[in-house]
């Protein structure tokens, strides 16, 4: 079955960087729409960044862009967010989530929490 496995969160102080990776399996990950998604502590989950199957569309939340960047790497099943600039307001569990003929799969997801 399809399985996403997040990993790379942790504590951070305001300014730094953290890179998020997700490794997937049990699917053809160069199908897959990918993105990456963020709860805070009592407010909903909200986008962050998808990527296209081919990895040629990317796409950012208004709060993210110009610091945060999505990539994939189709040859080790593995999607990447790179994040700098960190800010306490980025604090959250970062989730994985694949796209894949229709259905929609989650990562247990990872937390980020960004000191100020």
């Known amino acids: 079955q399809v399985q996403l496995v997040e990993s790379g969160g942790g504590l951070v102080q305001a300014g730094g960087s953290l890179r998020l990776s997700c490794a997937a399996s049990?699917?053809?990950?160069?199908?897959?729409?990918m993105g990456w998604y963020r709860q805070a502590p009592g407010k909903q989950r909200e986008l962050v960044a998808t990527?296209?199957?081919?990895?040629?569309?990317?796409d950012y939340a208004d709060s993210v862009k110009g610091r945060f960047t999505i990539s994939r790497d189709n040859a080790k099943n593995t999607v990447y967010l790179q994040m700098n600039s960190l800010e306490p307001e980025d604090t959250a569990v970062y989730y994985c989530k694949a796209s894949y003929y229709g259905l929609d799969y989650w990562g247990k997801g990872t937390l980020v929490t960004v000191s100020s």
């Open positions: 049990g699917m053809f990950f160069n199908r897959a729409g």
């Open positions: 990527i296209s199957a081919s990895g040629g569309s990317r």
